[in-house]
């Protein structure tokens, strides 16, 4: 499997912005369906937002529509994830996944059993 090291999460105060970043090590993703992932304190990672390796289209979770957008360069092998707005339930460790098992973004978003790299913590205060 694909993974990955983020980076650039942070402290910062509710409507601040941040802008994480995801290397993939080993692979070359540029026909993976990739996506960030949030893990809340006692629970699996859930989906935030995906984008497709084929036609770039991308999918949100609703609480970050609006606020989130998922780009990539596949050059660099790195997916970022651009964040504003940001409100403390935006709180936990993000992830990065790929796959090409996938047959659309909403399912890569709600898709499981991925192997997570180190994360990187976002918090949000109020």
């Known amino acids: 499997q694909v993974t990955f090291v983020e980076s650039g999460g942070g402290s910062v105060q509710s409507g601040g912005s941040l802008r994480l970043s995801c290397v993939a090590s080993?692979?070359?993703?540029?026909?993976?369906?990739v996506g960030w992932f949030r893990r809340d304190p006692g629970k699996e990672p859930e989906g935030v937002s995906c984008?497709?390796?084929?036609?770039?289209?991308?999918y949100y979770e609703d609480s970050v529509k609006g606020r989130f957008t998922i780009s990539r360069d596949n050059a660099k092998n790195t997916v970022y994830l651009e964040m504003i707005s940001l409100k403390p339930e935006d709180t936990g460790v993000y992830y990065c996944?790929?796959?090409?098992?996938?047959?659309?973004?909403?399912?890569?978003?709600?898709?499981?059993?991925?192997?997570w790299g180190p994360g990187t913590q976002v918090t949000v205060s109020l």
């Open positions: 080993m692979y070359t993703i540029d026909q993976y369906t």
């Open positions: 996944a790929a796959t090409r098992r996938v047959p659309n973004v909403h399912s890569m978003c709600r898709a499981s059993g991925f192997s």
């Open positions: 984008m497709s390796g084929s036609d770039d289209s991308t």
